[in-house]
Nanobody
Framework: QVQLVESGGGLVQPGGSLRLSCAVSGRSFSNYAMGWFRQAPGKEREKVAGISRSGASTFYSDSVKGRFTISRDNAKNTMYLQMNSLKPEDTAVYHC?????????????????WGQGTQVTVSS
């Protein structure tokens, strides 16, 4: 069993920054491709960023590319999402996700495990 717990969400003004964290407990963190998804009211879930087991490969959606940075620390069993230049359209519940894979550079496409989510609100 793997548990994912997000933290770091909150209210921020447009142009501001937040750093989300996803702490993972249970089975070996380094065996999982990780990622961040978000869902705003009335909208479909969107994969915004992904990172491979090794951290060498990353993915960003067009909507966040150049503003968000995903990273992981396998020694601390933690993944991060640094969000800069935030916009009101970034407002959503952000979930972290983990997908087991034997491939070091695989970017997740679905999730075996899902966190409860953290609210990010961008508003003046």
């Amino acid at each position: 069993q793997v548990q994912l717990v997000e933290s770091g969400g909150g209210l921020v003004q447009p142009g501001g920054s937040l750093r989300l964290s996803c702490a993972v407990s249970g089975r070996s963190f380094s065996n999982y491709a990780m990622g961040w998804f978000r869902q705003a009211p009335g909208k479909e879930r969107e994969k915004v960023a992904g990172i491979s087991r090794s951290g060498a490969s990353t993915f960003y959606s067009d909507s966040v590319k150049g503003r968000f940075t995903i990273s992981r620390d396998n020694a601390k069993n933690t993944m991060y999402l640094q969000m800069n230049s935030l916009k009101p359209e970034d407002t959503a519940v952000y979930h972290c996700a983990a997908e087991f894979t034997p491939l070091r550079d695989y970017i997740l496409r679905s999730s075996d495990y899902w966190g409860q989510g953290t609210q990010v609100t961008v508003s003046s």
